[in-house]
């Protein structure tokens, strides 16, 4: 029987908002904290992974909610715990330690006693870039980002693309080593914004306007010598410090790009041309993981591939993610969450 610990009883409070069309100030609404439940074990559809400053694990699934785990003891939460809904797509935290929590029905804010679903803010006066500002990805609303300044959570309509009508969704959100936020998509490729305008960048490998599922721009990260990856078989040299890419394109944008490790995994057929996820170790060397092809290691040079394993199964990867300590975890869709031994992931079980 599980026993239920963490009982958070709060008063619903009820704000005054600041009326206006499409700019409503609305503060968040605080939702009442019931039961968190002591649990054994972690679930098996657990597809992301994150720790926060005081080294609690957070592991979220797409359908059972949420875990945390310090060291000692696993708590399960879920809408009953005051959770918009049980799918978490992203986790995130900002300077004062309060964790966000991206859920398929809204942004949850938990501060260490209870969780606040953030109302949102409809303004398309808002595009701004603040150096502690949160971004979100869409995962509940479409042709949207989302922003969180400490205050308020503002919806910002996508500006239209110049060479495409329909509406996209962001699949990801990445901020540079010099403050500028990066959304990945689907299916336009990949874009940044400079706190003034939106930079493009739309060749063939990073866009997916064809019939048929598309991937997106699930993953977006700057390697030790400041290039560019898109979870695509180039790397893109962006602010100019380097001299071009050998086979760069030659054209007159913000950028120049050359394929990457490509074919060094020594296949014709290679599955490195797209993958979900990449990380950077304490080395600065990159991890990349594969939906079905488990995780390769690139230090610069030389490539290593990692298979996944439940027993003899090969298993399906979603997210690859670096701890405090250094320590790679891999979230997936099935099997849990799989940590890095120094040899090989083996799947985590506290």
Known sequence: MKLNTLLFLSILTVFT??????????????????????????????????????????????????????????LHFTTKSGLPHNRIEEIKEDKSGNIYFNTSKGISKFDGQSFTTLSVVNSDNEWKLEPNDLWFKQAWDSNFVYR???????????????NYANPYAVYSVYKDSKGYVWLGTNPLGVCRYNGKSLDWISEEDVTELHDGPANGVRSIIEDKDGYFWFNTMYRYNIYGNKTPLKNSTDKPTFYSRAKSIGSLDGKNDTKLNEYLSIAKDNNNEL????????????????????????????????????????????????????????????????
């Open 17 to 74: 908002s600041c009326s206006g069309q499409n700019n409503s100030h609305t503060a968040d609404r605080l939702t009442i904290i019931t039961v968190g439940d002591t649990v054994k074990e972690l679930g098996n559809n657990l597809m992301v992974v994150y720790q926060d400053k005081k080294n609690n694990y957070w592991f979220g699934s797409w359908k059972d909610g949420l875990f945390r785990y310090d060291g000692k003891t696993m």
């Open 148 to 162: 969180y300044d400490g205050k308020f959570l503002y919806k910002l309509l996508l500006p239209a693309h110049p």
């Open 287 to 350: 991890w990349i993981a594969t939906y079905m092809d488990g995780v390769w290691h690139y230090d610069g040079k030389n490539i290593i591939h990692y298979p996944v394993k439940d027993g003899s199964k090969d298993i399906t990867v979603y997210s690859i993610y670096k701890d405090n300590n250094g320590d790679l975890w891999l979230g997936t869709h099935e099997t849990g969450v799989y940590k890095f031994n120094g040899k090989t992931f083996e799947r985590f079980k506290p």
